[in-house]
């Protein structure tokens, strides 16, 4: 029997290693969250991924939302439109794929408080490699009204994530 619980352990060491690994092969950099005001529900996510080898943002969660998803925004005949992103976000191996404003980004929607700058947001980031293989990555990130300097890719268009909310849209500056 204890040969068993033995194989057993070693079995499962083995496996949360090959995970610890595979994560390891994706780099997160510059992740902060939009700070919210009070009563607005939704609210967006940036980092950069830096995927060692190929694969694919398919996930993400959060226990301060309600829903969690990897959307894009972009310009459709001057309208804005923005939606999640079937399938997953492809991370090509070895190149820096930006979720920022005006792009690529996560939002968490159906928030549970308010997000105040000066606090964190734990979330869980959900990829699956070229084999099909899911893996997931634990972060803190910090609440930032803006963007933190390391993430300042030149001018970047202002994106208002309240219409996922019950606040009126604000115009850009």
């Not at 992103?85 to 929607?109: C, E, F, N, Q």
């Amino acid at each position: 029997m204890k040969f068993k619980t033995l194989m057993t352990s070693v079995a499962l060491a083995a496996t949360a290693f090959a995970c610890a690994a595979h994560a390891a092969a994706i780099e997160v950099e510059n992740a902060w969250v939009r700070a919210t005001v009070k009563g607005q529900l939704a609210t967006g996510a940036f980092m950069t991924l830096t995927a060692k080898e190929g694969a694919r943002l398919v996930g993400v969660s959060s226990p301060v939302a309600g829903v969690s998803q990897v959307h894009e925004m972009t310009m459709d005949a001057g309208i804005m439109k923005m939606g999640e992103v079937k399938g997953g976000l492809d991370l090509p191996a070895g190149k820096a794929v930006a979720l920022k404003s005006g792009g690529y980004h996560l939002m968490l929607m159906d928030l549970k408080s308010t997000l105040l700058q000066g606090t964190s947001v734990p979330l869980t980031l959900v990829f699956k490699d070229a084999k099909g293989v899911e893996s997931k990555v634990e972060l803190t990130v910090p609440v930032a009204a803006v963007a933190p300097a390391g993430m300042a890719h030149g001018k970047e268009a202002p994106m208002d994530h309240s219409m996922h909310g019950n606040m009126p849209a604000k115009k850009a500056p």
